[in-house]
């Protein structure tokens, strides 16, 4: 169950409060020992702040500082594509490709099954926008040394987020975990990120989708991202036979997103399509990123891997979404003395979704005041 409504403690005939970030009645209740302290602590979260103070405790975290990364990169992470119409690439879906390769050939036409399995062009070119509210449960383990396998462990963190969404590569979630809360956007010229207790950081490069709308959530995203892929084979997920349809990102996308003290080694994607239903079943990436040293030559790589597997589909107003999954991340540190791995799991479900929202202007979508204050700088400067 998830709660949209606070009650007004501080007068019982006054009206009750909308949260701004609907969560589980499980993340409510953990919220105090006593109705008068939930709602001190639900005030305090509303107001942007942390709402409990032992994040260092929170998904095996050391730190709060560390916490928030954690969160922010099973939460928010971004994928290495601009998002493209599907109306702008229709020709390339049903074009000649006489001279392609076979895996190009055979890519192109999963993707062509993969858009009537989730409702057709017409269904999802009508689309103008989307919002969509959700719960998680994450759960992690320690960085571990070595390369045994690692288990996660600890209680289970529970949340929920909201997510707007307007074409075509315009986006805002709010996600909110034990207490903890945290921001992230794109307007069409910046993408950007921002927690409770550090200010809003814009990422390199041009502007990027968030990694949900994959995750069987928007399947404009899914197909345009696979219109360029090539199919590398099958596999069994659970009991479908996939097909395996895989994306490597570009050089000079990499080199937009490296900066002076960090290099994206690669970053590729894999996608799981049923060969029964057609649908995405899971969603796969896998990123390298090389720290140079400030003295010396030894750098130390960092590698994330996460894969969601996605299921649960359901029509809402003609368009297949997926509405429930569990994505895992897997950490490795490794380079000079490190060999360091750690795991996150999230389980996710999809309590609403809704298209074409009536009045939803782009200043929902602007960044942080504070955000924009240094891009206006920067452009005077």
């Known amino acids: 169950m998830i709660r949209k409504l606070c009650p007004n403690l501080d007068n019982e005939d006054g009206l ?12 409510f209740t953990k919220m105090g020992s006593n109705a008068a302290l939930r709602w001190q602590n639900m005030r305090a979260l509303m107001r942007a702040q942390s709402a409990f103070d032992k994040a260092s405790t929170l998904l095996q975290a050391k730190s709060g500082g560390e916490f928030f990364a954690l969160l922010k990169l099973v939460g928010a992470p971004l994928i290495p594509f601009q998002v493209h119409s599907l109306a702008s690439s229709e ?3 049903t ?4 001279d392609s390769p076979i895996e190009v050939c055979t890519a192109k036409y999963i993707v062509q099954q993969y858009l009537a399995a989730t409702g057709g062009l017409a269904a999802l070119n009508s689309m103008t926008s989307m919002y969509a509210v959700g719960q998680v449960k994450m759960i992690g383990s320690e960085m571990l040394q070595g390369d045994d396998t690692v288990q996660t462990k600890g209680n289970c963190e529970v949340g929920g987020f909201v997510l ?6 315009i986006w805002y979630l709010e996600l909110v975990v034990s207490g903890f809360k945290i921001n992230a956007g794109s307007d069409g010229k910046v993408a950007w990120n921002q927690s409770s207790t550090q200010p809003g950081n814009a990422t390199r490069g041009p502007p990027r989708p968030l990694r949900r709308f994959f995750q069987g959530l928007d399947p404009r995203y899914t197909a345009s991202l696979f219109l360029d892929a090539v199919c590398i084979g099958e596999k069994t997920i659970g009991s479908e036979d996939c097909f395996i349809l895989k994306v490597e990102t570009g050089e000079e996308t990499l080199k937009a997103q490296s ?5 994206i080694v690669h970053h590729t994607i894999w996608g799981y399509f049923s060969q029964r239903t057609g649908l995405l079943i899971k969603f796969e990436d896998t990123k390298l990123v090389k720290m ?10 960092w590698e994330t891997t996460m894969e969601s597997v996605i299921g649960d589909y359901r029509y809402v107003e003609g368009i297949n979404i997926a509405h429930g999954g569990k994505t895992t991340a897997t950490l490795y540190r490794y380079g000079q003395a490190y060999n360091h791995k750690r795991k996150i799991e999230e389980t996710w479900r999809i309590e609403e979704v809704d298209f074409n929202i009536c009045g939803l202007s782009m200043e929902q979508f602007l960044p942080p005041a504070d955000l924009k204050r240094e891009q206006e700088g920067g452009e005077q400067s």
């Open 16 to 27: 009750e409060t909308v949260l701004e970030v609907p969560i589980p009645e499980e993340m």
């Open 91 to 93: 020709h390339t879906i």
């Open 95 to 98: 074009g000649a490709l006489r």
């Open 164 to 169: 707007w969404q307007k074409n075509p590569d």
């Open 259 to 263: 900066s002076p003290n960090t290099e």
């Open 292 to 301: 140079k040293p400030v003295k010396g030559n030894d750098s130390i790589y």
